[in-house]
């Protein structure tokens, strides 16, 4: 498996609370986590970094065998643990009331990947040809979606467009939703944050990926996000089977 990744503070924002982090444990065992924080100026990167740096400590510690772990209990785990955290320092500090962050994750093993999310924050699977989005937003635009009171195309420009229903650290615990799926080496997941997929169209993005090698995916999807205005922090960050470049 190739990891690779990029963030950016975008055109409009003065810091980056998007945080990511990527780690192989082995040549079969490894996993990418994404957050993107939000509160007040200080609160939202201090969410997105209390997040991923409290997964990445109980997944390394976790996984020293991984022939042993139950994934989706690991990380429904792990996130319940960061989402603790994250509660606790709003609840003692005012100046941290409120924040909160978004994840999405992949932790793969073999031929599996296990792919997590909580908020807006999403994970795409690649093939080679064909683009398919694999989690579903936690936002107020994608219920009313479900609904058929709004397209995806309106979605984009709607100006609740913003608000998410469901986050890590706000409330005392959180629901996350989880999908295991096939991985092959030929095979690519993008995760990404809404500063990249408010900006480009699926079709882009697939456009992107199916032209430019890893190494350079990543900096073109940022390079696009910013020329159409860059409204937010943008972070991109690809799993790639060993024969996908």
Known sequence: MILHGKSDTGKQRTQNQDCFILRAINDDTGYAIVCDGMGGHKAGNIASELAVRAIDNILVSSLSEPESVNVESLLRSAIRNANGTIFLHSVKDDELKGMGTTIVMALYM??????????????????????????????????????????????????????????????????????????????????????????LTDEEIEEILAEFPYEDACDELIRLANERGGKDNITAVLLCGDKAV
């Open 110 to 199: 073999g031929e599996k990947i296990c792919i997590a999310s909580v908020g807006d924050s999403r994970a795409y699977y690649f093939d080679g040809d064909r683009l398919t989005q694999v989690t579903k937003d936690h936002s107020l635009v994608q219920e009313m979606i479900d609904k058929n009171e709004l397209t995806k195309e309106e979605a984009k420009k709607h100006p609740y467009q913003h608000v998410i229903t469901r986050v890590l650290g706000v409330t005392s615990d959180v629901d996350t939703d989880i999908k295991t799926m096939s991985f092959g080496d030929e095979d690519v997941l993008l995760l990404c944050t809404d500063g990249l997929t408010n900006m």
